[in-house]
């Protein structure tokens, strides 16, 4: 059985980091695409970034490109992400997400398995 454990939330301030981690059971991240999503109260589930199954390209929403990073530690089974320079929009529940081969690119629905998610919160 697969489970995906997102840690490392909480209550930062504005302009502080993060690093959120994924770690998987039941599953091998190296030929999985990984994904981070979230969603904040009354909003649409956003894209975050991704990395692809290969580890060798990632993706960034338009909102934390140059804010934030996805990288994955295979020997750890584990993806991150880190996050700098935190907004206050940037309040979430975050997800991670695992596509079996996938590109890195996907929407939400190619996604085979995903966590519980782990709620960031950013004061101003």
């Known amino acids: 059985q697969v489970h995906l454990v997102e840690s490392g939330g909480g209550l930062v301030q504005a302009g502080e980091s993060l690093k959120l981690t994924c770690a998987a059971s039941?599953?091998?991240?190296?030929?999985?695409?990984t994904a981070w999503f979230r969603q904040a109260p009354g909003k649409e589930r956003e894209f975050v970034g991704a990395?692809?199954?290969?580890?060798?390209?990632?993706y960034y929403g338009d909102s934390v490109k140059g804010r934030f990073t996805v990288s994955r530690d295979d020997a750890k089974n584990t993806v991150y992400l880190q996050m700098t320079s935190l907004k206050p929009e940037d309040s979430a529940v975050y997800y991670c997400?695992?596509?079996?081969?996938?590109?890195?690119?996907?929407?939400?629905?190619?996604?085979?398995?995903w966590g519980q998610g782990t709620q960031v919160t950013v004061s101003s």
């Open positions: 997400a695992a596509e079996n081969y996938g590109l890195g690119n996907s929407p939400p629905h190619k996604y085979n398995y």
């Open positions: 039941g599953l091998t991240f190296s030929p999985f695409a």
């Open positions: 990395i692809n199954w290969s580890g060798s390209n990632t």
